[in-house]
């Protein structure tokens, strides 16, 4: 998994099988994790590609490929850790990297666009690839997106030993983009992207500050809450807009943010820092309340998990709602999308449908995903 923050590759490598729970349940070992950092030009590339440019498909092409080279490094650092040869993976899950993310926008339709060549990826890793994955929900009317929220309802409501007790529940990725699942027991899940998280974060703090992020949100803590930039980035319609939906950097960009910084001149970076880490978790915090007011618990997982100055405001922001890191049951938070991945890879591996109707808007069950022999 290379997510919106790009930062970096993050694998995992787990045994998949059913659980005596039922269709939707599963049991899950997972036998290593591994994190490749991109290389900094190629994460140039990549941010560079998320807007308009010169030659778009020839470089967009080539970094696909150089991706592909990260992935494989990263594959080749799990067997090793494992103990296992390709011969031994049935399949890798290759999410790709989301550079331009327009679904139902301009025929109707729109696309969703993943920067990745799973025959590469096979020919270097001698493993089959699934791939692709966003591509057949979008053509089925659906947005494309979250695609996890099945993945966290078969994981920590399922029997597959990572309960978290009964009840709703909610689980929020905090990555580029934030995005929520929403748990009921007996009822299909629920989930959407509820706004940026360290997209805007990160820029924003490698623009002022030459560091890649804001390290445990320290920088954010020194800062002023700017109340009336606050209410005026809630009222994005983003925000406003009921789900199904879906977002990413098409929207919340460096761009986005200086157009709304533009009526608050001469503001201190760092009451912007802590602004805009104020924003993450009051968007966040409004879907949870809007879309499932009865939820008492919040588990939290990505890399925004680090930032301690989000998790205080978000257990602040969400009194009566218990707020805690997927650790706490019995999953590291880094590893969870890449997980999601693992999950998704299998089921095209199997052919077996996912419905994603109640998340995206799909029409019904589809299989997701393309296949590419070892």
């Known amino acids: 998994m290379s997510g919106t923050s790009m930062d970096g590759v993050d694998g995992v490598l787990v045994d998949i099988s059913p659980a005596s729970g039922g269709a939707s349940s599963l049991r899950l070992v997972q036998r290593a994790f591994a994190s490749v950092d991109l290389p900094q030009a190629l994460r140039d590339e990549l941010l560079a590609l998320n807007s308009p440019g010169d030659n778009e498909l020839h470089r967009a092409a080539l970094a696909a490929n150089a991706l592909m080279q990260v992935y494989a490094q990263c594959v080749q650092q799990l067997c090793a850790q494992a103990g296992l040869a390709p011969a031994d993976v049935a399949v890798i899950g290759a999410h790709g990297q989301t550079v331009r993310h327009r679904p139902g926008l301009f025929d109707g339709m729109g696309y969703t666009t993943q920067l990745v060549n799973g025959a590469l990826l096979a020919e270097l890793s001698g493993i089959a690839v699934a791939c692709d994955f966003r591509s057949r929900d979008v053509a089925a009317g659906g947005q494309g997106a979250p695609l996890v929220p099945v993945f966290h309802q078969a994981l920590w409501q399922?029997?597959?030993?990572?309960?978290?007790?009964?009840?709703?529940?909610?689980?929020?990725?905090?990555?580029?983009?934030?995005?929520?699942?929403?748990?009921?027991?007996?009822?299909?899940?629920?989930?959407?992207?509820?706004?940026?998280?360290?997209?805007?974060?990160?820029?924003?703090?490698?623009?002022?500050?030459?560091?890649?992020?804001?390290?445990?949100?320290?920088?954010?803590?020194?800062?002023?809450?700017?109340?009336?930039?606050?209410?005026?980035?809630?009222?994005?319609?983003?925000?406003?807009?009921?789900?199904?939906?879906?977002?990413?950097?098409?929207?919340?960009?460096?761009?986005?943010?200086?157009?709304?910084?533009?009526?608050?001149?001469?503001?201190?970076?760092?009451?912007?820092?802590?602004?805009?880490?104020?924003?993450?978790?009051?968007?966040?915090?409004?879907?949870?309340?809007?879309?499932?007011?009865?939820?008492?618990?919040?588990?939290?997982?990505?890399?925004?998990?680090?930032?301690?100055?989000?998790?205080?405001?978000?257990?602040?922001?969400?009194?009566?709602?218990?707020?805690?890191?997927?650790?706490?049951?019995?999953?590291?938070?880094?590893?969870?999308?890449?997980?999601?991945?693992?999950?998704?890879?299998?089921?095209?591996?199997?052919?077996?449908?996912?419905?994603?109707?109640?998340?995206?808007?799909?029409?019904?069950?589809?299989?997701?995903?393309?296949?590419?022999?070892?």
């Open 158 to 374: 399922s029997g597959a030993g990572f309960q978290c007790g009964s009840g709703t529940m909610a689980v929020l990725n905090l990555g580029g983009i934030a995005n929520l699942s929403l748990l009921q027991p007996g009822r299909t899940p629920v989930g959407f992207d509820c706004g940026p998280a360290n997209a805007l974060l990160d820029g924003w703090c490698q623009l002022h500050t030459g560091q890649p992020y804001d390290a445990d949100g320290r920088w954010a803590a020194q800062g002023q809450l700017q109340a009336a930039l606050l209410q005026q980035l809630m009222a994005e319609p983003y925000i406003q807009q009921p789900p199904p939906k879906s977002t990413g950097r098409d929207l919340f960009n460096m761009e986005w943010l200086q157009q709304q910084l533009a009526a608050h001149p001469g503001m201190a970076p760092v009451d912007v820092q802590a602004t805009l880490t104020a924003y993450t978790v009051q968007a966040a915090a409004h879907h949870l309340r809007t879309s499932a007011p009865d939820a008492r618990r919040l588990l939290v997982c990505g890399g925004g998990v680090r930032n301690g100055e989000i998790m205080r405001q978000l257990a602040q922001a969400l009194p009566g709602v218990i707020v805690e890191s997927t650790l706490a049951h019995g999953m590291d938070p880094q590893a969870v999308e890449a997980t999601a991945f693992a999950w998704l890879a299998s089921k095209t591996w199997l052919r077996e449908p996912i419905d994603m109707t109640a998340v995206t808007g799909a029409r019904g069950p589809r299989v997701l995903g393309c296949l590419y022999p070892a």
